[in-house]
């Protein structure tokens, strides 16, 4: 029997549409997100890099974790990825995110925006890997 193992090509794929997507859609929710925080658009215009490589960073260790899991509960179609991506951005952090915003005092309209496209990136990320399997 073949076993499943974490497909890296298909993780470093999930890692770049994991840039590309939140780059969209806080491209689309920029005026409204930036107005929710009281942001400026001067003082949005950092030049520090550290952000954009927590946010490799981030999205490179919640692709492989992810791929690892699906290896264990063992998911096998790009439908059953896709929908547990969307659970798991939805519970563990969508949720969390309207939790600790509604205690923090801030709009539940940006606890979606910002929740929002994590759910879309988990989702994307799990038919992604959910159709790009590998095996040993």
Do not use: H
């Not at 699906?70 to 896709?82: D, H, N, Q, R, V």
């Not at 969390?96 to 929002?116: A, Q, Y």
Request: a positive charge; aromatic letters at 14%.
């Amino acid at each position: 029997m073949r076993k499943q193992s974490v497909n890296l090509w298909a993780v470093v794929v999930c890692v770049l549409i994991g840039q590309i997507l939140p780059a969209l859609w806080y491209t689309a929710f920029s005026d409204t997100w930036m107005a929710l925080n009281g942001f400026t658009a001067e003082k949005m215009n950092s030049e520090s890099p550290v952000p954009y490589l927590a946010s490799i960073v981030s999205s490179s260790l919640m692709a492989y974790t992810m791929a690892w899991v699906f290896t264990k509960i063992p998911i096998k179609s790009m439908i059953a990825g896709l929908i547990t991506g969307f659970v798991f951005g939805t519970v563990f952090v969508l949720s969390e995110t309207v939790v600790k915003d509604m205690f923090s005092m801030r709009p539940l309209l940006l606890s979606f925006i910002d929740g929002g496209v994590s759910v879309l990136v988990y989702t994307v990320t799990g038919s992604i890997l959910g159709a790009w399997r590998k095996y040993d």
